[in-house]
């Protein structure tokens, strides 16, 4: 039962362009949501988060968009650069217990 | 230290023998999670400490995979009689109570041949 999907496996963008990354989940108790991005033999860094008491959260170049009512949060990166390609995930969790579930990841591809 | 530590990096073991993989977490931080990466797949939840309440081990694949925490700090994930499907990358991350960001290690890469 995945509770979170990231139903593109990949993502190619033009630098410059707009990537966006999308999320779905199924649990209605999640209640906070975490983006990561990965590059190869490296751990995943964080990005940005959202609480469900919102439904856009920026910083810089990164916007995460919450959709409650249907389920879906998207990552808006803008402009993109040749040094976003890496695999993004999103996690999702309840604030009672802060069990992060990821999804499976989406690879982005900046084109120079 | 600055962050989560793992070890080993790197372990290739023989298929039957038992692993442990350490996890040091960031300093102060409560909860301590692992996770599995296997070759093009997502990040898999294996289990979960949150200070001292019972782990929450509904992820861990089979009966060969257990978890410790010792003090509330250091944990091992020890993998029984190894198999080829065991291999993945192992990632460590940690919390603090009052923050809700997770950070990660650089992962064990463990490799059953």
């Known amino acids: 039962d995945q509770q979170v999907k990231q139903n593109s496996p990949s993502l190619s963008v033009q630098e410059g362009r707009i990537s966006i990354l999308n999320c779905d989940y199924t649990?209605?108790?999640?209640?906070?949501f975490l983006w990561y991005k990965k590059y190869p033999a490296e751990g995943p860094t964080f990005l940005i988060s959202i609480s469900s008491i919102k439904d856009k959260n920026e910083d810089g170049r990164f916007t995460v968009f919450l959709n409650k009512s249907a389920k879906h949060l998207s990552l808006h990166i803008v402009p993109s650069q040749p040094g976003d390609s890496a695999v993004y995930f999103c996690?999702?969790?309840?604030?009672?217990?802060?069990?992060?579930?990821f999804g499976t990841g989406t690879r982005l591809k900046v084109l120079a | 230290g600055a962050g989560v530590s793992q070890s080993p990096s790197n372990k290739v073991t023989e298929k039957g023998k038992d692993v442990e993989l350490r996890c040091d977490p960031i300093s102060g931080h409560t909860a301590l999670y692992w996770y599995r990466q296997s070759l093009g797949q997502g990040l898999e939840f294996l289990i979960y400490?949150?200070?001292?309440?019972?782990?929450?081990k509904s992820g861990l694949p089979s009966d060969r995979f257990s978890a410790e925490r010792t003090g509330g700090s250091v944990s091992t994930l020890t993998i029984q009689r190894t198999q080829q499907e065991d291999s993945a990358v192992y990632l460590c991350?940690?919390?603090?109570?009052?923050?809700?960001?997770?950070?990660f290690g650089e992962g064990s890469w463990l490799t059953v041949v």
């Open positions: 400490f949150q200070g001292n309440s019972a782990p929450d």
């Open positions: 991350a940690s919390s603090s109570t009052t923050g809700n960001t997770i950070y």
């Open positions: 649990n209605s108790m999640f209640d906070y």
């Open positions: 996690a999702a969790s309840d604030s009672g217990t802060y069990k992060y579930i």
